[in-house]
Antibody, heavy 121, light 109 residues
């Protein structure tokens, strides 16, 4: 059974770069697409971007200039880097497995537990 | 960008009630619509994909319908474990820009 686990610093200073890792266990990272999604405290969900094991990516246009998602197939991990953070980037960050059905209709059928990142000096 | 609007934003209901949550897209998204359930402190859980397909392991009291701009999630008989926040999500946008509704909080009456 595939499981996802996010990890990284829980506190980041304004203007610095947020870096998170998602470890995929119980399956190969080569089998699916993978996304990062975030949720500010008490608010809704925002898709950040996705990556395929080949390195192909797509990002939310509103974050594109600050986001990099990468994959390390040897470690079965994906990573998120978000630069020049502000308090508005404070959120729970989730990694999720992205699957598509006919269309294609993309959906997120497996999620990590999430990790809270607070941006504060 | 395609905007997703859910109604109501919150809802009070009793165990055994039939509940319907609506999601409206700002433009037609065919059937590229998914529903999630989120409980406090937990990650979202996929319930319905492609507007009406029940995700494996999800109880049959959950159902989805709609196409184009208007979609509904129905819970036929509320159970205590169904009290949660529900989100819709579209995947029609190209290039990809997957957006979620603002959520509907389902509370116990």
């Amino acid at each position: 059974q595939v499981q996802l686990q996010e990890s990284g610093p829980g506190l980041v200073k304004p203007s610095e770069t947020l870096s998170l890792t998602c470890s995929v266990s119980g399956g190969s990272i080569r089998s699916y697409y993978w996304s990062w999604i975030r949720q500010p405290p008490g608010k809704g969900l925002e898709w950040i971007g996705y990556i395929y094991y080949s390195g192909s990516t797509n990002y939310n246009p509103s974050l594109k200039s600050r986001v990099t998602i990468s994959v390390d197939t040897s470690k079965n991990q994906l990573s998120l880097r978000l630069s020049s953070v502000t308090a508005a980037d404070t959120a729970v960050y989730y990694c999720a497995q992205a699957t598509y059905s006919y269309g294609p209709n993309w959906y997120f059928d497996l999620w990590g537990r999430g990790t809270l990142v607070t941006v504060s000096s | 960008d395609i905007q997703m609007t859910q109604s109501p934003s919150s809802l009070s209901a009793s165990v055994g009630d039939r509940v319907t949550i609506t999601c409206r897209a700002s433009q037609s998204i065919s059937s590229y619509l998914n529903w999630y359930q989120q409980k406090p402190g937990k990650a979202p859980k996929l319930l319905i994909y492609a507007a009406s397909s029940l995700q494996s392991g999800v109880p049959s009291r959950f159902s989805g319908s709609g196409s184009g701009t208007d979609f509904t999630l129905t819970i036929s008989s509320l159970q205590p474990e169904d009290f949660a926040t529900y989100y819709c999500q579209q995947s029609y946008s190209s290039p990809p820009m997957y957006t979620f509704g603002q959520g509907t909080k389902l509370e116990i009456k």
